[in-house]
């Protein structure tokens, strides 16, 4: 029976289950989508909608949701989880049909939240996740009693595996073509004893069901015990940033190197082929040059997510904000602050949406102000621009290399200036009572090479798009303003002064002048507030557009051009400044207000400006 | 390190709070919640009463599995005071802050009272 019937009517269809059980992952087989999968609870916080059609022709709108572990909805998560399932959405409607999806390992939470999920009135089946790994330690499941004293369909699936969706997706006909009714919602919020009573019918069933091996075949417990040792645990993860940061210098020194130099062979080629003129200096000043000192970063972009993404599928995200808890405690945070946190690392946007798994309002605002103090991949090209500008390339202590090594205190500034700030928000903004700190630690599992790198080429592809969306456009700006005005007749020095980079750099200059930012940077900070990386494509239009560039790369250039003192201003201040607009907009959406994001840019200019001004007067006083 | 020493005290004959416990204690969930906790106690400490907080941390602690009758056992210990601490709870692992793990009152099992 696969021939498809075009007039069978379309199926919407929800999947919810505790945190981390597989139900991104499952979508992602069912819709052929890309939506972020990674072993620690809380990745999915939003809504999604994908389409696929089943087996029997019947086109299927599928939903995946937050995960939960009831449908009290309390923290912003969870609310998207319940508005979903009851139809609480305004202009949305119910799904016809549940997918529940539990992780087969531990069956116990989720036939709990299935008992309550009746309620909803919405048709449902039960899909046993994760099958691979059950079956590997030997867990053995009796999958058609559960489903006759349940009365719903169980199913068992694998969501990594190419075929582990084919039974769910038979089952999903069956169920459509005989005929889904739902009825009213009837949920209310259960009190503890009515939790109590089904934890207790959920109990009995997996003791009639669900058999475990005498001897489990779980590496979890074994790997934990190195990992959360107490005080080894810490030095790991600190032994774990570190490398991972050694690594993004060292490892892609050579990759960058060449495309470097693929970029100059064409500018060089562009400009032989053009006669020279204003054209041939947008492309080759403006566009290339420009975008091209922000690709060359791409090696590094890699080389991080490779790692992030690595530590996130193998499960260690969640140990690590065990491991920091106390440490983030200290600073007023959340011990669920710290994945946002984490995910800051790649970008502040992610990492703030992250925040909706803390139900504490104060807290999660307290994250959400100091996630962007955390060092983003945006920051890296302006970092390591000044860092292989100013600092030698030389090995410290034997094997550590000292750029490095200052990247890597780069990351600890951002992060000690976080829990700081966090803790003053504590102080003097908020002095309530901490939320509890309960997390589900998921097993560790192996990291599947394919979704690592199909992890790695996504956020590749980010990064190129940014480059040939925002920067590229950013760069033609600064070309223009570069440019023009043309310089008066008989006018002496570099045409650019006379331009409008020119006059607006200098206007701003004598504001600038006590943190030691010439009026190159004043020209770069500004198209930086749109996006960070941009400063850079900026520096290298403006120093290629002003001649003194004379071919060389970028950060020879500014070798020669500024002094030390100014170079480790401009990293002060990228560690604080505000440059990013697209995080102060999420932090409006996410707040629903424009005062946090007001208020984020206000602390971060000044705290940016008072870094910078101690950091250049100290290094002039020190003779720099 | 107040807690561990309670614990390690003698041979333990009642009930203990799991936030009292040491790695390796291993043993049956029989009260959830300060409230209920509170007439169960015998030495007051749990007496203590927070109203909405302490019914919002009760079914919390339900939802995820703290359930009377609930095989518990604490894996792993923070570093900072041994706080929080990891405890598998039947088949999963929760790391929970031992303030928290307070709200439950567990029958350790003999032998397993964890290391002193
Ligand atoms: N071996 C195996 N791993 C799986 C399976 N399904 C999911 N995973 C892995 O389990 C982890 C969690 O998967 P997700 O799809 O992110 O879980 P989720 O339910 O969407 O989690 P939240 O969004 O946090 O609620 C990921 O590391 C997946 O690769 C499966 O059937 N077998
Ligand atoms: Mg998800």
């Known amino acids: ?624 | 390190m107040a807690p561990i020493e309670n614990t390690a005290a003698g041979p333990i004959t009642g009930v203990i709070r799991l936030g009292d416990g040491a790695r390796g204690l291993r043993g049956l969930v029989v009260a959830v919640g300060f409230s209920a906790l509170s007439n169960l106690a015998t030495d007051g400490k749990a007496k203590r009463n927070d109203g909405e907080f302490d019914a919002e941390l009760e079914r919390r602690l339900l939802e995820i599995g703290f359930v009377e009758g609930a095989h518990v056992e604490i894996l792993h210990e923070g570093l900072f005071g041994r706080d929080p601490i990891a405890v598998k709870v039947d088949t999963m692992r929760v790391a929970l802050r031992r303030h928290e793990a307070n709200a439950i009152l567990v029958q350790p099992e003999p032998g397993r009272v964890g290391r002193p």
């Open chain 1, 1 to 624: 029976m696969n021939v498809s019937v075009p007039t069978l009517p379309s199926l919407r269809l929800a999947l919810v289950g505790n945190p981390n059980c597989g139900k991104t992952a499952l979508f992602n087989a069912l819709t052929g989508s890309r939506q972020k999968v990674a072993n620690y609870p809380g990745v999915t916080v939003e809504r999604k909608e994908g389409n696929f059609v089943s087996p029997i022709g019947r086109p299927v709108v599928a939903i995946d949701l937050p995960g939960t572990y009831s449908l009290r909805g309390r923290s912003p998560d969870e609310v998207v989880t319940r508005d979903a399932i009851l139809g609480r959405l305004e202009g949305d409607q119910r799904p016809d049909m549940l997918v529940c999806v539990a992780d087969a390992t531990n069956l116990r939470i989720m036939l709990r939240l299935v008992l309550e999920l009746r309620n909803a009135g919405i048709p449902m089946l039960l899909a046993l996740n994760m099958m691979d790994i059950a079956r590997y330690r030997g867990i053995t499941i009796d999958v058609d009693g559960l489903s006759a004293e349940l009365g719903i369909p169980v199913i068992t699936t694998v969501a990594v595996s190419p075929d582990g969706t084919q039974a769910l997706l038979q089952q999903i006909d069956a169920m459509a073509n005989a005929g889904l009714a739902s009825t009213e919602p009837h949920w209310h919020a259960l009190d503890a004893s009515e939790v109590r009573d089904a934890h207790h019918l959920a109990d009995r069933l997996v003791d009639r069901f669900v058999s475990h091996p005498a001897n489990d075949r779980d590496w979890t417990r074994r790997i934990d015990r190195i990992l959360l040792n107490p005080a080894g645990g810490l030095l790991i993860l600190l032994a774990v940033l570190f490398l991972v940061f050694q690594a993004v210098f060292s490892w892609a020194t050579l990759p960058m190197e060449w495309i470097s130099a693929g970029f100059d062979w064409l500018a060089q080629t562009v400009s032989a082929i053009l006669p020279a003129g204003l054209l041939s200096s947008l492309i080759t000043d403006g566009v290339i040059t420009g975008v091209g000192s922000v690709l060359v970063f791409l090696p590094q972009i890699i080389i991080l997510f490779f790692f992030i993404i690595l530590l996130e599928d193998f499960g260690y995200m969640a140990r690590a904000a065990f491991l920091m808890d106390r440490i983030v405690g200290g600073a007023g945070l959340h011990g669920r602050s710290f994945i946002p946190l984490l995910s800051s690392f790649a970008c502040a946007i992610p990492g703030i949406m992250a925040t909706r798994v803390i139900e504490n309002r104060r807290q999660r605002l307290a994250t959400i102000m100091v996630a962007p103090l955390m060092t983003c991949s945006a920051r890296i090209p302006v970092y390591t621009l000044i860092i292989s500008a100013f600092i030698p390339n030389r090995q410290v202590w034997g094997m550590v290399n000292l750029q490095g090594l200052v990247m890597f205190s780069l990351y600890a500034a951002g992060i000690v200036s976080a829990f700081a700030v966090a803790l003053v928000f504590r102080t003097f903004v908020w002095r309530g009572k901490s939320e509890p700190f309960i997390m589900e630690l998921p097993g560790y599992k192996r990291p599947l090479v394919r979704s690592v790198l199909l992890g790695v080429v996504q956020r590749a592809i980010i990064f190129l798009k940014r480059a040939g969306t925002i920067i590229l456009s950013m760069m033609i700006l600064i070309w223009f303003l570069s440019t023009f005005p043309a310089p008066p007749e008989g006018a002496t020095g570099p045409a650019i002064h006379y331009s409008f980079a020119g006059i607006i750099g200098h206007a701003l200059q004598p504001l600038l002048a006590p943190i030691g930012f010439n009026w190159q940077i004043a020209v770069a900070l500004i198209p930086g507030l749109a996006a960070r990386e941009v400063a850079v494509g900026a520096l290298a239009t403006v120093y290629a557009i002003g001649g003194d560039a004379s071919g060389s790369a970028l950060s020879q250039t500014l070798s020669a051009q500024w002094s030390l003192a100014t170079a480790l201003s401009l990293l002060a201040w990228y560690v604080f400044a505000p440059q990013c607009a697209s995080t102060l907009g999420v932090v409006r959406r996410e707040t629903n207000s424009w005062r946090w994001p007001v208020a984020m840019f206000v602390y971060m200019m000044v705290l940016a400006y008072i870094a910078s001004f101690v950091v250049y007067q100290s290094a002039i006083a020190l003779g720099g």
